[in-house]
Nanobody, 116 residues
Framework: QVQLVESGGGLVQAGGSLRLSCAAS????????MNWFRQAPGKEREFVAG????????SYADSVKGRFTISRDNAKNTVYLQMNRLKPEDTAVYYC?????????WGQGTQVTVSS
């Protein structure tokens, strides 16, 4: 059974940093690209960042480019999201995601709140 568990969220002032982690189990996750999404109150869930199975290719939403960095450690089955220069508009629940054979799997999410 695929399980994704996010951690590392919290309350931070604008300009600060947080590092999110997503621990994966139930599959050989080194075979799959992994993603981070986020959902703010009253808004749809949106893509934040993605990393290829090897970690060699990454992609980012325009709103976070240059501030966020996604990485992975396949030996630990863990994906990270380093978030720097945080802004109040980054406030959201952040979700880890993997798509396996056309099916999306999600973690429970971790809350990130950025105060101005």
């Amino acid at each position: 059974q695929v399980q994704l568990v996010e951690s590392g969220g919290g309350l931070v002032q604008a300009g600060g940093s947080l590092r999110l982690s997503c621990a994966a189990s139930g599959r050989t996750f080194s075979n799959y690209a992994m993603n981070w999404f986020r959902q703010a109150p009253g808004k749809e869930r949106e893509f934040v960042a993605g990393v290829s199975w090897s970690g060699g290719v990454t992609s980012y939403a325009d709103s976070v480019k240059g501030r966020f960095t996604i990485s992975r450690d396949n030996a630990k089955n863990t994906v990270y999201l380093q978030m720097n220069r945080l802004k109040p508009e980054d406030t959201a629940v952040y979700y880890c995601n993997v798509r396996i054979r056309g099916q999306d799997y999600w973690g429970q999410g971790t809350q990130v709140t950025v105060s101005s």
